[in-house]
């Protein structure tokens, strides 16, 4: 499985950005996609996950009422849609999937990583 991650970039404080992931290879049954960020010097940290299926989503406080995690009409694409970005969100952020059903908050639970988009958000 790759994952392809997209969509990054710099952005002012209050703005947005729309992430894209798009897997490929042996996808079937990857069940459950997340979006991770890590910011320097901080651990890796799930921002969102959302299962293939019924479309259940998880977010992180901090992007609740911000961040909207959905899955593309394509097959195998998952978008995080980044609105009132702040400073604070400044970080690599990848996508993971995993082959399990359930939307797990740490990274080592997923298996598939992509390799990663830089997001900075200057005040």
């Known amino acids: ?3 392809q991650a997209s969509g990054g970039g710099l952005v002012q ?11 490929s290879g042996r996808t079937v049954g990857m069940y459950v996609m997340g979006w991770f960020r890590q910011a320097p010097g901080k651990e890796r940290e799930i921002v969102a996950g959302i299962e293939w ?8 406080d901090s992007a609740k009422g911000r961040f909207t995690i959905s899955r593309g009409n394509a097959k195998n694409t998952v ?8 400073p604070d969100d400044t970080a690599v952020y990848y996508c993971a999937g ?9 990274p080592r639970e997923y298996d598939y990583w992509g390799q990663g988009t830089q997001v900075t958000v200057s005040s």
């Open 1 to 3: 499985v790759q994952l």
């Open 13 to 23: 404080a209050g703005g947005s950005l729309r992430l894209s992931c798009a897997a």
């Open 53 to 60: 299926s019924g479309g259940s989503t998880f977010y992180a």
């Open 79 to 86: 978008y995080l849609q980044m609105n009132s970005l702040k």
């Open 98 to 106: 995993t082959r399990a059903t359930t939307i797990f908050k740490r």
